[in-house]
């Protein structure tokens, strides 16, 4: 499958951003789909994280903030962002993984940039 984000921007602190993420083929099959952030320098940390089977999982510093969505029937993947910080600013990338006879099968979208200004 492969990943196409986007729906970064510039945001003032406390203003909201929705990201997308839509992928070239079904993703019912895909176990996890997530979204990662980098800043220069630093690895890349996950930022929520959304299983086929309905569950979520958030990043501490983005809970009751950020909400991860899934839509099959568009194929697309979305992370709503609600009250940034400039501590939010970095590159998110989008993330799939399938589970196949044992072997995780990885694929990245390419990033988009958040930027949140003080």
């Known amino acids: 499958v492969q990943l196409q984000a986007s729906g970064g921007g510039l945001v003032p602190t406390g203003g909201s951003l929705r990201l997308s993420c839509a992928a070239s083929?079904?993703?019912?099959?895909?176990?996890?789909m997530g979204w990662y952030r980098q800043t220069p320098g630093k690895q890349r940390d996950m930022v929520a994280e959304s299983t086929n089977e309905g569950s979520a999982t958030y990043a501490d510093s983005v809970k009751g903030r950020f909400t991860i969505s899934r839509d099959n029937a568009k194929n697309t993947l979305y992370l709503e962002m609600n009250s940034l910080k400039p501590e939010d600013t970095a590159v998110y990338y989008c993330?799939?993984?399938?589970?196949?006879?044992?072997?995780?099968?990885?694929?990245w979208g390419q990033g988009t940039q958040v930027t949140v200004s003080s």
């Open positions: 993330n799939a993984q399938r589970l196949l006879f044992g072997q995780t099968y990885t694929a």
């Open positions: 083929g079904s993703i019912r099959r895909l176990n996890v």
